[in-house]
């Protein structure tokens, strides 16, 4: 499974305008909503249920990174949204630092193994300095989309 | 004194010269959603109480215990075979503690 196949490119944010947790995940699940990967009707309830699955326990697994996912039922086909923070967001990180890139993903709730596998993927890039390091820099959604584009062949 | 027989027989240990334990032993992922973020926090945050090294590995696959991230390479669903090993002065009780609850707890999970 590669980035730029479970990425909807036009959901992805340069900038997010949120300063905090709560506020971030809004902005990413409505971004998936205007790009017609979720319906409007969903998203308040999507919404609600990632913020209820951070209160358990934090995916600011640390490094300036965080991947908010749940399966929810209104999700019929496997997605993901990347977003960037240039000031850092507090996502009661594992490591207590900001959050710079957030990858948000959302799987049909019947489907662990697909689950697993975009998860395999995500974190294959967001655990490589480079990446993390490109992205963070990346100002504009086309440098972004661009480095999802070509993230298998970024060296290490 | 009381003799752990039951635990010493599942678990392979070697002392080497260094006087560094070795403890090694194979489990299977139980729990229907397989290893995914919550487990693989449980996981990491348990290896993290011992100081030995922990290293899963799954086929030609291996992994630092310690690190979610890492655990979550590993997109190890239900039935999947892995195994764990630890090294250092409390290497036993770190593969034991680890395998009863991939195994037997099944992360509180179904």
Redo the contacts between chains.
Sequence with gaps: MKLSDIVDKKATIADLQAKDRDGAIKEIVNKLVEAGSIKAEDAEDIIKAIIKREKQGSTGFGKGVAVPHIKHPATDKLVAAVARSSAGIDFAALDRGPVYIIILLLSPADNAEQHLQAMETIFRHLQRDTFRKFLRQAGTVEQINELIDEAEEIPD | MQFESNSLAETKMNVDESNNNLAVKDVRIEN???????PA?QLAELANKFDSDITIRKDNQSVNAKS???V???????GTNLQIEAKGSDAKDAVEALSKLIEKDKFGEE
């Design positions: 229907k959603m397989g290893l995914h973020a919550r926090m979610i991230m890492e979550l390479l590993l997109a190890a669903t239900q």
